[in-house]
């Protein structure tokens, strides 16, 4: 079993819809819990962190994490073309970041 | 602010011959990863350095792989000899303070062996 698990899409949600992404996890020895944005040919940008269960909220975005569960979600509310990218998900355990394949995501405006 | 620089941006090259990829963390950034993207496997981090000491090397694929770091300013990814299924994205972050700070990375190396 990996360790991080994400379904890889594609994605496609009309504009204005929530969009909930989740990954999996097997290793309760994670610590922190990160989503990071990567558009077509660039490199991931980080969008959210977080290291406790609940809820965390920035803007159109809210990570959630549920440690009892090994799930964490990032939810895109009022969502915009501009969020058309690759999103991954990724996991702190030993001072090394474990990445999800992320999911692709496409906003049909 | 300058961002992690990365070069060449595109590489082809054909298998067997030596590739080098280069990387300029962020200036006052002391941890410095090396990863690398494919579809099938996703985001696979190689190596990290921290003060320029090879700390985790434990996904280095095999010999052909070698990674250093002269100062902290300079990062080098080596591929000799290189095979077809080397190619990938090789991506270079950097961080203050190890992979519990946020890590940010160049924009990548687009690797084809031919």
């Known amino acids: 079993q990996k360790e991080v698990e994400q379904d890889p899409g594609p994605l496609s949600v009309p504009e204005g819809a929530i969009v909930s992404l989740n990954c999996t996890y097997s290793?309760?020895?994670?610590?922190?819990f990160m989503w990071y944005r990567q558009y077509s040919r660039k490199g991931p940008e980080l969008l959210m962190y977080t290291y406790s269960s609940g809820n965390k909220e920035d803007g159109r975005f809210t990570a959630q994490v549920d440690k009892s569960s090994k799930y964490i979600s990032l939810f895109i509310r009022d969502s915009q073309p501009s969020d058309s990218a690759t999103y991954l998900c990724a996991m702190n355990r030993d001072d090394k970041i474990i990445f999800g394949k992320g999911t692709r995501l496409h906003i049909l405006p | 602010d300058a961002g992690v620089i990365q070069s060449p941006r595109h590489e082809v090259t054909e298998m067997g011959q030596e590739v080098t990829l280069r990387c300029k963390p962020i200036s006052g950034h002391n941890s410095l990863f090396w990863y690398r993207q494919t579809m099938m496997r996703g985001l696979e981090l190689l190596i990290y350095f921290n003060n320029n000491v090879p700390i985790d090397d434990s996904g280095m694929p095999e010999d052909r792989f070698s990674a250093k770091m002269p100062n902290a300013s300079f990062s080098t990814l080596k591929i000799q000899p290189s095979e077809p299924r080397d190619s990938a994205v090789y991506f270079c972050?950097?961080?203050?303070?190890?992979?519990?700070?946020?890590?940010?990375f160049g924009e990548g190396s687009w690797l084809t062996v031919v």
């Open positions: 290793n309760s020895a994670f610590q922190y």
């Open positions: 972050a950097s961080s203050l303070q190890g992979a519990r700070n946020t890590i940010y």
